[in-house]
């Protein structure tokens, strides 16, 4: 199955999608938009970041839904205020030419006055990010009773990110007899946990193969210095790179503005964008970046969840993670959208080592420079 039509989607949603360029259903998308149409059960997706999430739960839970019903019908759970906003804007593109469905993205650092506002309005989608939900459901801002539908995407992150308590007393909220859709790059360990205390035991699972989207997508790259002159390799590379755009990931907000500094100190269009930035400067920082002002993009792991920017060529991993599947998030904001990338480490001798776990664990190949 080769089409969207082909794989059941109503020409409505056919013409809006193709209004947007998106013309060829991805591998997920051709797994997961069938069944999810035809099925009315519980659902795990596990597909690296990058490969047209959004559009294969997008389009199946809107097929669903009936406009004539304005109560909440479907939520949608996400870790970060760029991701709801992405979805978001995801949806209301793909209803352009439907019958019209109203959707609300509610997330921190935005006034939650401004949100309950919106929420009075007839509204059938809401995408939230658990935190910000949260509050909203303790004011008695909004009812989310009769939800049919719950997705929770980029499940393994809101759950690194401490959001599991918010999910429980969330899920607890939603009609009993919901369906759950979840879809995540890595399942972890309480991932696991927690789709055996909500999800039906003959859960039905999708995963579309780690080596097919990191592998054959994303060149995996190292290169051996010591700390003492890795700065001077990094920015080697990125002179390299000519005009092309990417992301440097550091683990911690001192070295992330550190490196930032440095390079703006080399003439290199670059900022900071970590979690102790103010929400607007955040903001400010992300809106030049998406509008090809800065070049690098300088981030802490916890900062960049949700980046979803296309064309970037590279990712620089400054510092290695803390978690092996962070480094699944990192490399996946490159090569998106079926195009190629470079992730390229800078380690020391006794890094080597995080190096081989990543390749055994990840089934990836990293090529020495």
């Given amino acids: 199955m080769d089409t969207f039509k082909q794989l059941g989607v109503s020409e409505n949603l056919i013409k809006a999608l193709e209004e947007n360029k998106i013309i060829n259903p991805t591998e997920i998308q051709k797994l997961v938009i069938p069944y999810l149409l035809k099925n009315n059960t519980d659902f795990i997706g596990q597909a690296q970041t990058g490969t047209g999430k959004t559009v294969a739960f997008g389009i199946p839970l809107l097929q669903r839904l ?14 970060t205020r760029e991701l709801c906003q992405q979805i978001a804007k995801q949806i209301f593109k793909m209803t352009k030419f439907s019958e019209k469905i109203f959707a609300e993205a509610v997330y921190g650092g935005e006034k939650i006055d401004i949100q309950i506002a919106r929420l009075q309005r007839p509204t059938q989608v809401v995408v939230a990010t658990p935190g910000r939900l949260k509050d909203l459901l303790e004011r008695k801002a909004l009812d989310i009773s009769k939800v049919k539908t719950l997705v929770l995407d980029e499940a393994d992150e809101m759950l690194s990110m401490g959001f599991k308590d918010a999910i429980d007393e969330i899920i607890v909220q939603i009609h009993p007899e919901s369906i759950k859709w979840l879809f995540t790059a890595t399942i972890s360990e309480s991932l696991r946990r927690l789709t055996e205390k909500y999800m039906a035991p003959d859960v039905h699972r999708v995963s579309v193969s780690k080596l097919e989207v990191v592998n054959t ?62 929400q607007r400067d955040r903001d400010k920082v992300m809106r ?25 060529s590279y990712v620089v991993h400054y510092q290695l993670p803390d978690k092996i599947e962070y480094y699944t998030h990192r490399s996946g904001r490159t090569a998106r959208a079926g195009k190629r990338g470079i992730s390229i480490a800078f380690v020391n001798s006794e890094e080597l080592l995080t190096i081989r776990l990543i390749e055994k664990n990840l089934k990836i190949k990293f090529l020495k420079i």
């Fill in 66 to 79: 009936n406009p004539k019903i304005q109560d909440i019908q479907v939520l949608v759970l996400s870790p």
């Fill in 288 to 312: 030049a970046f998406k509008n090809k002002k800065i070049q690098v993009l300088v981030a802490t792991d916890i900062s960049a969840r949700g980046i979803d920017i296309e064309g970037l």
């Fill in 217 to 278: 997508k994303i060149e995996h790259q190292f290169f051996i210095c010591e700390n003492k002159v890795k700065f001077d390799y990094v920015l080697k590379f990125l002179e390299s790179q000519g005009a092309a755009r990417g992301i440097v990931f550091c683990r911690t907000r001192d070295d992330a503005q550190m490196v930032a500094k440095r390079l703006k100190a080399k003439e290199v269009s670059a900022e900071a964008i970590h979690g102790d930035l103010e």
